[in-house]
């Protein structure tokens, strides 16, 4: 498998290294200015006429160990031996698990080893998304990926697959061959801390009450001062909810807003009535080797050739608490890896992954995600 990073210049319309016109498939992260701009999907179309073409907006893009606020890029892979197929789906939160079962459907077929999932995180119920999914394919087939991002703004996140990218609109890689290795690894490193509470009202995104009381109350309580910040104190303060009936299921949630009428709170995912809930805060340290920790989990089964790609899925919400220490986590990414695989991603609105807890694939907040796929010799 050989892998292309290529940086796109937006003062010259064009990209910032010569263009091979051999690869399978193109994965693309940047701005929702620039990756509209007809230039840019020309540019890919054209160098990449026979590829399947895939990506989304970031306000982050991991390009090596940079950390690139306002710029996109393009990273094209060509297979050895195995093959793709894109599926693709107009989507909205209430229809998200259909449009996960067609596509599931759609790519499932003899040797698919993984999926590669990208999609519009305004307008999905992501957790019914991966539900039709996981019902309508193998157990062992990967499912990895994320949600389109703008930053912390929250307006408009776009995906395009083989076409320009629009919204309400998810996209699925699916990677076929015997010779595939799909690899992933998924951390946080937040620390809990106050006692744990029990969801008892919540209905969709939003967290009306813990142990009965207003959520937000409860919330507004244990940040003190930090409260006077909300909303934007919360992405410094996410969630951590668990199943009682399996407490290995754990996932990080991160808060949208807040609304001080009905004192609730707004979740980027569904959180679950009956679950219980814990704050969370990060040390820095703590939250780089959250990082060092997913890229471990996956290097533990890469193959050592010279070829491959480690994808990379962060949170904005770690982007936002980490600020300029954020390139560390990235290095630390980067420190477990051999040479030869070329590192890249962005930051996103959830992480698609499967927990080292449970070992099932779920939508995660405020993690790095980590994906490997190369091929064996």
């Given at each position: 498998m050989q892998t292309v990073l290529m940086r796109w210049r937006d003062d010259a319309g064009a990209f910032?290294?010569?263009?091979?016109?051999?690869?399978?498939?193109?994965?693309?992260?940047?701005?929702?200015?620039?990756?509209?701009?007809?230039?840019?999907?020309s540019a890919l179309r054209n160098a990449y006429p026979d590829a399947r073409?895939?990506?989304?907006?970031?306000?982050?893009?991991?390009?090596?160990?940079?950390?690139?606020?306002?710029?996109?890029?393009?990273?094209?892979?060509?297979?050895?031996?195995?093959?793709?197929?894109l599926a693709q789906s107009e989507i909205c939160r209430e229809n998200s698990y259909e449009s996960g079962a067609a596509l599931a459907r759609d790519l499932a077929g003899p040797d698919l080893a993984g999926v590669l999932l990208l999609c519009d995180s305004l307008n999905v119920d992501g957790i019914a998304l991966l539900e039709g999914m996981r019902a309508n394919l193998p157990g062992g087939v990967v499912i990895a990926g994320g949600l389109a991002s703008d930053g912390s703004a929250f307006?408009?996140?776009?995906?395009?697959?083989?076409?320009?990218p629009r919204e309400r609109f998810v996209a699925a890689l699916g990677l076929y061959g015997t010779g595939m290795v799909i690899n992933q690894g998924c951390a946080h490193?937040?620390?809990?801390?106050?006692?744990?509470?029990?969801?008892?009202?919540?209905a969709g995104l939003e967290l009306f009450e813990l142990d009965g009381k207003p959520a937000l109350d409860l919330y507004?309580?244990?940040?003190?001062?930090?409260?006077?910040?909300?909303?934007?104190?919360?992405?410094?303060?996410?969630?951590?909810?668990?199943?009682?009936?399996?407490?290995?299921?754990?996932?990080v949630r991160t808060v949208l807003?807040?609304?001080?009428?009905?004192?609730?709170?707004?979740f980027a995912s569904p959180i679950p009535e009956g679950w219980s809930a814990r704050l969370m805060r990060g040390a820095l340290d703590h939250l780089t080797e959250g990082a060092r920790v997913a890229a471990e989990q996956a290097a533990g089964q890469s193959v050592q050739n010279d070829g491959g790609l480690a994808l990379l899925i962060s949170c904005v919400?770690?982007?936002?608490?980490?600020?300029?220490?954020?390139?560390?986590?990235?290095?630390?990414?980067?420190?477990?890896?051999?040479?030869g695989l070329l590192q890249a991603g962005f930051y996103s609105h959830g992480e698609i992954s499967t927990s080292s807890s449970d070992q099932r694939c779920g939508l995660h907040n405020q993690t790095m995600t980590v994906v490997t796929i190369q091929e064996a010799a």
């Open positions: 910032d290294c010569e263009t091979r016109s051999d690869a399978d498939f193109v994965l693309y992260f940047g701005p929702n200015a620039t990756i509209s701009d007809d230039r840019f999907q073409i895939v990506g989304c907006t970031t306000g982050t893009a991991i390009c090596g160990v940079d950390l690139c606020d306002e710029a996109a890029f393009a990273l094209a892979c060509s297979l050895d031996r195995g093959t793709v197929k307006e408009r996140t776009i995906v395009g697959a083989d076409c320009a490193g937040w620390d809990v801390f106050g006692p744990p509470r029990r969801i008892t009202k919540a507004e309580r244990y940040l003190g001062p930090d409260a006077a910040e909300l909303p934007a104190a919360a992405l410094r303060f996410p969630l951590l909810i668990e199943n009682p009936d399996n407490p290995t299921e754990q996932v807003n807040v609304d001080h009428q009905k004192r609730s709170m707004t919400g770690r982007r936002v608490v980490m600020g300029q220490e954020t390139a560390d986590e990235v290095e630390a990414v980067s420190s477990q890896f051999f040479s």
